[in-house]
Each structure stands twice: as structure tokens, then as C-alpha cells.
């Protein structure tokens, strides 16, 4: 008997890393989740361990191994990012199953190191990529399918996070975007043209990303900390076909039908209402049962990053301060 199929046998006893913004929604979801029994969770400031555990009848644990001790099949990281690799990489010793936020790690060096550590010990690893299963990107996938793509827009803009973490607008917001880029056109970015600036903060705050892919498409992502409400559009131009797509409001529409006295007509196509977090943690739970590959593999999460760290080292982004010094001189 397979491994997949023994441990079919039993809902999967999951744990969560870090329950902070993002890790108590994992908990929430995963508590609710057929083939799932949330068995923890591993968080060092204890009152929001104990607050989030006491609301989810499981264990609160300060640490991975406090996790790693409750006898789990496989964890949740939604610790710091700059936690990721040791925290999976404790997990994967222990032949645990790992979902690690995005972006994978800190460094390509250090996803690496996760991706090859899983492969050697025959766990499934995932990256959280959960723009993936909003059903808005799904339905514009699905429009775009056997499509030529021409190009691709993206804006994700917003206000400053509530409280900063140690990393920009790149790696906290246009990673997403450069994995939609990526999986939109079923090929790699090749070249990379990125602006950056830092009006407000230390790190970057703005930045305009210019890319093309191996496949010919022009990609660009428009992403901010300095606009005082969010929104995340996407756009795609094909050659028959331009499709629009609200990923807050989950409207997405398409323009089809191209006549030469330029009309054309438009529909709004039909999308799902599943939650994406909800479908991302069900992705989870059968590639470990299946022993398929995870929906978002640890190659795709490390050619995500790499291509953001890209962004941040061939920019000649200058801060906020030396830029009002050079106005004034
Ligand atoms: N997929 C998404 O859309 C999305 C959205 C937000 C955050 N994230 C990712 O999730 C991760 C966490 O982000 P967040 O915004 O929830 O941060 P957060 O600061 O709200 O939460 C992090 C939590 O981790 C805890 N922690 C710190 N050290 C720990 C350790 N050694 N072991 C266990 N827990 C520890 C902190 O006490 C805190 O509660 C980051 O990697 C981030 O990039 C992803």
C-alpha cells in the first residue's frame, strides 16, 4: 500500500506556523476542512497562539517543535518570510508535509535548499500563491486558454500594511503578480525592466515593472503602498480577445468579435465564489493524498522570487531623501 493511500485512511492532522494576519486565517480555514483536523498551533507570542486556539478548539505550541511533538502530517508557514527555510526545513526532517507562504523564502538560495530538502525526503511541498485560486484569475485563465497573448497588465495598489515588515513593495506585493504573469503564459520571464522609488518608506514603495516572457508576451505591473484604497485589476490582450478582471469584486469581462468598422462585442463571464485560501489548503490536502504535484510547486515559488530579487538588484532605485536632495541642488 501506497503512503498517499494510508494516510487516506484518516483526515490529515495539520498545524499552523506563525498566526499572525495571514497564519490565523489558515487556521480558521483548515479547522473547517473536510480531510483535515487542525491539530495546532506554533506561534511565539502566546496570547495570540492561545487567542486563536482557544477560538479553534486545537493546541497552541510556541515553537515548530512544540508543533512537530503534537504527532502533525503537515504544516502551514505563515511565519516572517525570513523563518521560512527553518522552519521548513525542521518540518521536512521530520517527513511533514509543508504549504509555506509566499514568497517561498528570502533568498533563491535558501527556496532552494527547501525544494531540494522535500525532494529528498518525498514530502509535498506548496507555495501559497493564493491569487491562484481566486476565482476571478481562474476564470480569466480559463478565458484566455489556447489564446495568443499579446499582453498583460496588471495594478495592485493600496495603502501602507497596518505594520511594515522588513521587505517593499516587490517582494510583499508584485510576487504575486509575477507568479499570475508566469502562469497566465505558461512561460518564463526573460527579461526584466523594473522602476522603483521609495517616496514614504526605506524599501520600495512604488514600483512600474516592465517584463517579457520567452513566449514574446509584454507583461507590467503597476504596484504601490500610496493609494489610499486597494484595488487589483488584471488585464490581457490577445489577439481575438481583451479580458478584463476586478480581483476584489471578481467581475471579469471579455471583448470578442474584433470587426474591421471597430466593433466588437462583450460579455461578462461567470465566476466562482469559492474562498481562495479555502481552495489552496483542499490543493494541498490531495496532492499529500494523491502524492501528485502540488498545484504550486517549489520551482514555480523560487522563479517567482528569483525574478523579484531581480527587480530589486537591476533597478537604479534611488530613496525619497537623496531624490528631494538633488531637487534642491
Ligand atoms: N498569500 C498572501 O496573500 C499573503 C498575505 C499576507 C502575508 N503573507 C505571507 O505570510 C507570512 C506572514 O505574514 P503576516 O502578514 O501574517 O505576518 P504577521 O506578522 O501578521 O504574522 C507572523 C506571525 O508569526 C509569528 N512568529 C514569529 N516568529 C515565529 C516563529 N519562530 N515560529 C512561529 N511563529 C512565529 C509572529 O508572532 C506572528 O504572529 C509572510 O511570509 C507573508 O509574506 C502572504
Request: proline fraction near 5%.
Amino acid at each position: 500500500m501506497t503512503q498517499a493511500s494510508t494516510i487516506n485512511l484518516r483526515p490529515l492532522r495539520v498545524g499552523v506556523v506563525g498566526v499572525g494576519v495571514m497564519g490565523s486565517n489558515h487556521a480558521r480555514v483548515l479547522a473547517g476542512l473536510p480531510g483535515a483536523e487542525l491539530a495546532g498551533v506554533a506561534d511565539p507570542d502566546a496570547k495570540q497562539a492561545e487567542f486563536v486556539a482557544r477560538a479553534l478548539n486545537c493546541a497552541a505550541v510556541p515553537d515548530i517543535e512544540g508543533l512537530l511533538g503534537l504527532g502533525v502530517d503537515a504544516i502551514t508557514i505563515a511565519a516572517p518570510t525570513h523563518l521560512h527555510r527553518e522552519v521548513a526545513l525542521a518540518a521536512i526532517a521530520r517527513g511533514v508535509h509543508v504549504l509555506v507562504e509566499k514568497p517561498i523564502a528570502s533568498t533563491v538560495e535558501e527556496g532552494r535548499e527547501i525544494i531540494d530538502a522535500a525532494r529528498h525526503a518525498g514530502v509535498t511541498l506548496m507555495v501559497g500563491h493564493v491569487e491562484r485560486f481566486n476565482p476571478a484569475v481562474e476564470a480569466i485563465k480559463d478565458a484566455i486558454r489556447g489564446e495568443d497573448i499579446l499582453s498583460i497588465a496588471i495594478t495592485r495598489v493600496g495603502p501602507f500594511p497596518p505594520r511594515m515588515s522588513n521587505v517593499g513593495v516587490v517582494i510583499d506585493l508584485a510576487v504575486h503578480d509575477i507568479d499570475l504573469i508566469r502562469w497566465f503564459t505558461d512561460s518564463d520571464i526573460i527579461e526584466v525592466q523594473p522602476q522603483l522609488s521609495s517616496a514614504v518608506a526605506e524599501r520600495e514603495d512604488i514600483a512600474l515593472l516592465q517584463f517579457r516572457t520567452a513566449s514574446g508576451v509584454l507583461a507590467h505591473i503597476n504596484t504601490n503602498w500610496l493609494t489610499p484604497f486597494k484595488a487589483r485589476n488584471v488585464t490581457v490582450a490577445t489577439r481575438r480577445k481583451y479580458v478584463m478582471g476586478d480581483l476584489l469584486t471578481r467581475q471579469v469581462t471579455e471583448c470578442f468579435g474584433f470587426q474591421p468598422d471597430g466593433s466588437y462585442s462583450m460579455r461578462h463571464l461567470s465566476v466562482g465564489h469559492a474562498e481562495p485560501l479555502r481552495s489552496e489548503l483542499l490543493a494541498f490536502l490531495q496532492a499529500i493524498n494523491t502524492g501528485t504535484p502540488p498545484a504550486v510547486t517549489g520551482e514555480q515559488g523560487v522563479a517567482s522570487l528569483e525574478i523579484a530579487i531581480q527587480c530589486l538588484t537591476t533597478s537604479s532605485h534611488q530613496p525619497a531623501v537623496a531624490r528631494r536632495a538633488s531637487v534642491v541642488v
